[in-house]
């Protein structure tokens, strides 16, 4: 079994090669690749998690070189977790980009880099969740960054490249404070490997500790989007396509909770910045779920929500008991798919509407029952409506935060049912002005370009007929097509018409999304009690140390 734990990182590798070889002369072959390997994936995710879950922790040292000197993979009841539903979250939104025909357009460019950028995503993100020392760890997040460099910026229209300068100016400055971080750590302990360093790092001076365990907690802040690192998430995430998006919004900010949960518990026992936690998570839920009540566009609402439920997150490490660690594993699954499936519906309604301006839209329910029901699923969850996981994943940090009874835990208590309401309420104007009210009069009617990506597209309505794709001399799209014409996909920033019959592939993946956040609501009993023992496991650290150094 401990042979499967390196396949999650290696598939998705292999299979870029693979992509990039067939290019767009196989583009339904490029395709099934994808689809295949990350169904591969959340099988092989899928077993780890039961096989840590039964045997403990399975380790791999790739090369045969024991630690420090080579690179240990671990697969342990929290990475087992993370991977499995962010396999399952990866694979919805690739079934909903091919939907969108996002990578139908890729014979417009020299390669297409879709389908290859998303696969060194899902290894990345894999490699990070497995990572057994600090400079893979260090590894994963490059990774992870340089595919979501391409595929924050795809299409290079004006936006995308200012919200992608943006994102790659605070990623760059996040990774040199990460390999600051790292050689402090080697230099003071020798090492880079977590289970040793789990040993090594107290009998460093308390300085020194505070010192790294604090420049760490800043990287994954960062990363994590904790209020105040977090003003780049707005601004960065609303510019990309749907899919981009979703991926990024739900998943990518959870790898640096993860990176968080994993350091506080193994390398820096004993809680010390404790409050300093606590007092960012409440700022975060306080701060976005403010500024998602300020926002009329739905992306954005959305992003800034990201940013608040992070906070629940942070609290649960912050109070590190046994039950805070288990209430935040939970929430992190349950925000992993739940925030992923609102960011698709957004993009449902982009493309059922042209827009998704609150202000300019109406009548989606009484239009679009079912894009209704895909809504309001996951946005009761969001919002922590019982007996949905959200309810479930809440509830055990607040009693967690109650059994502490420190001031600060009572402060996010009652901070964590404040924002719950905001959050409430914030879902209940999106679905009063986008589904319940009357359609506005402008609301775009069906054959509305819905994005163009070129700005000097007025330029470009004089070229002639005759033209090159991929050369920058093709005529601008119309401003009206046929309803229900794609005539591009916004993948590359080019033109898509909006339509009242959405592609069946977007609505069955979506639809998909929202059932996986049900399952945990039906599956909470099985789910709570595994995140209870991955969180002890968490606390006692020797089952890590003792599967990696074989002591």
């Given at each position: 079994?401990?042979?499967?734990?390196?396949?999650?990182?290696?598939?998705?590798?292999?299979?870029?090669?693979?992509?990039?070889?067939?290019?767009?002369?196989?583009?339904?072959?490029?395709?099934?690749?994808?689809?295949?390997?990350?169904?591969?994936v959340?099988?092989?995710?899928?077993?780890?998690?039961?096989?840590?879950?039964?045997?403990?922790?399975?380790?791999?040292?790739?090369?045969d070189?024991?630690?420090?000197?080579?690179?240990?993979?671990?697969?342990d009841?929290?990475?087992?977790?993370?991977?499995?539903?962010?396999?399952?979250v990866?694979?919805?939104?690739?079934?909903?980009?091919?939907?969108?025909?996002?990578?139908?357009?890729?014979?417009?460019?020299?390669?297409?880099?879709f389908?290859?950028?998303?696969?060194?995503?899902?290894?990345?993100?894999?490699?990070?969740?497995?990572?057994?020392?600090l400079v893979?760890?260090?590894?994963?997040?490059?990774?992870?960054?340089?595919?979501?460099?391409?595929?924050?910026?795809?299409g290079?229209?004006?936006?995308?490249?200012?919200?992608?300068?943006?994102?790659?100016?605070?990623?760059?400055?996040?990774?040199?404070?990460?390999?600051?971080?790292?050689?402090?750590?080697?230099?003071?302990?020798?090492?880079?490997?977590?289970?040793?360093?789990?040993g090594?790092?107290?009998?460093?001076?308390?300085?020194?500790?505070?010192?790294?365990?604090?420049?760490?907690?800043?990287?994954?802040?960062?990363?994590?989007?904790?209020?105040?690192?977090?003003?780049?998430?707005?601004?960065?995430?609303?510019?990309?396509?749907?899919?981009?998006?979703?991926?990024?919004?739900?998943?990518?900010?959870?790898?640096?909770?993860?990176?968080?949960?994993?350091?506080?518990?193994?390398?820096?026992?004993?809680?010390?910045?404790?409050?300093?936690?606590?007092?960012?998570?409440?700022?975060?839920?306080?701060?976005?779920?403010?500024?998602a009540?300020?926002?009329?566009?739905?992306?954005?609402?959305?992003?800034?929500?990201?940013?608040?439920h992070?906070?629940?997150?942070?609290?649960?490490?912050?109070?590190?008991?046994?039950?805070?660690?288990?209430?935040?594993?939970?929430?992190?699954?349950?925000?992993?798919?739940?925030?992923?499936?609102?960011?698709?519906?957004?993009?449902?309604?982009?493309?059922?509407?042209?827009?998704?301006?609150?202000?300019?839209?109406?009548?989606?329910?009484?239009?679009?029952?079912?894009?209704?029901?895909?809504?309001?699923?996951?946005?009761?969850?969001?919002?922590?409506?019982?007996?949905?996981?959200?309810?479930?994943?809440?509830?055990?940090?607040?009693?967690?935060?109650?059994?502490?009874?420190?001031?600060?835990?009572?402060?996010?208590?009652?901070?964590?049912?404040?924002?719950?309401?905001?959050?409430l309420?914030?879902m209940?104007?999106?679905?009063?002005?986008?589904?319940w009210?009357a359609?506005?009069?402008?609301?775009?009617?069906?054959?509305?370009?819905?994005?163009?990506?070129?700005?000097?597209?007025?330029?470009?309505?004089?070229?002639?007929?005759?033209?090159?794709?991929?050369?920058?001399?093709?005529?601008?799209?119309?401003?009206?097509?046929?309803a229900?014409?794609?005539?591009?996909?916004?993948?590359?920033?080019?033109?898509?018409?909006?339509?009242?019959?959405?592609?069946?592939?977007?609505?069955?993946?979506?639809?998909?999304?929202?059932?996986?956040?049900?399952?945990f609501?039906?599956?909470?009993?099985?789910l709570?009690?595994?995140?209870?023992?991955?969180?002890?496991?968490?606390?006692?650290?020797?089952?890590?140390?003792?599967?990696?150094?074989?002591?």
């Amino acid at each position: 079994m401990n042979a499967l734990v390196p396949l999650p990182v290696l598939l998705p590798l292999c299979a870029t090669g693979l992509s990039l070889a067939f290019g767009t002369r196989l583009k339904q072959f490029q395709r099934f690749i994808s689809v295949v390997v990350l169904s591969a994936v959340l099988a092989l995710s899928v077993a780890l998690m039961i096989a840590a879950d039964t045997r403990g922790p399975l380790t791999v040292d790739l090369g045969d070189f024991a630690p420090p000197v080579g690179i240990t993979l671990v697969a342990d009841r929290l990475s087992g977790l993370m991977l499995t539903v962010s396999s399952a979250v990866t694979l919805c939104v690739l079934v909903y980009s091919i939907g969108q025909g996002m990578a139908d357009r890729d014979e417009e460019t020299p390669v297409a880099v879709f389908h290859p950028a998303y696969l060194i995503l899902v290894a990345g993100v894999s490699c990070t969740f497995l990572a057994g020392d600090l400079v893979n760890l260090y590894v994963g997040f490059e990774i992870m960054l340089v595919a979501s460099f391409v595929l924050l910026t795809l299409g290079g229209t004006g936006p995308r490249v200012r919200a992608g300068s943006t994102y790659v100016i605070i990623s760059l400055f996040s990774s040199m404070l990460f390999l600051t971080a790292i050689a402090m750590t080697y230099a003071a302990a020798g090492t880079a490997n977590l289970a040793q360093l789990a040993g090594r790092l107290g009998e460093l001076p308390l300085g020194v500790q505070t010192l790294i365990q604090a420049m760490l907690l800043m990287v994954f802040a960062i990363k994590a989007a904790v209020f105040p690192l977090a003003a780049w998430l707005p601004d960065s995430y609303p510019t990309a396509p749907a899919p981009v998006t979703a991926v990024f919004a739900g998943l990518l900010t959870k790898v640096g909770v993860y990176c968080m949960l994993r350091t506080e518990t193994l390398l820096f026992p004993g809680n010390r910045l404790g409050d300093l936690l606590m007092a960012a998570a409440l700022a975060s839920m306080v701060i976005g779920i403010l500024g998602a009540v300020a926002q009329t566009d739905l992306k954005r609402l959305l992003s800034f929500t990201l940013i608040s439920h992070i906070g629940f997150m942070v609290f649960g490490i912050g109070l590190a008991s046994q039950d805070a660690y288990g209430g935040a594993i939970v929430y992190v699954a349950h925000h992993i798919t739940v925030q992923t499936t609102l960011f698709l519906v957004a993009g449902l309604i982009e493309r059922r509407t042209g827009t998704t301006e609150l202000t300019r839209i109406g009548g989606l329910a009484r239009a679009a029952p079912m894009l209704a029901v895909l809504f309001f699923v996951p946005a009761m969850n969001l919002a922590g409506i019982p007996p949905l996981s959200g309810f479930i994943g809440k509830l055990g940090l607040m009693r967690a935060g109650v059994a502490d009874g420190g001031a600060w835990a009572w402060i996010l208590v009652v901070g964590s049912a404040a924002t719950s309401l905001l959050t409430l309420y914030v879902m209940a104007k999106v679905w009063n002005l986008a589904f319940w009210r009357a359609a506005p009069p402008g609301q775009a009617a069906d054959g509305t370009v819905l994005e163009s990506g070129d700005e000097d597209s007025d330029e470009e309505s004089d070229a002639g007929p005759d033209h090159i794709p991929g050369t920058g001399d093709e005529p601008a799209v119309p401003r009206h097509q046929p309803a229900g014409l794609a005539v591009a996909a916004t993948l590359h920033g080019h033109a898509v018409t909006t339509t009242t019959r959405l592609p069946k592939p977007m609505t069955a993946a979506t639809a998909a999304a929202v059932a996986l956040g049900l399952a945990f609501t039906v599956l909470a009993g099985p789910l709570t009690s595994y995140t209870d023992r991955a969180a002890a496991e968490l606390l006692a650290r020797s089952p890590y140390i003792e599967a990696v150094l074989g002591r």
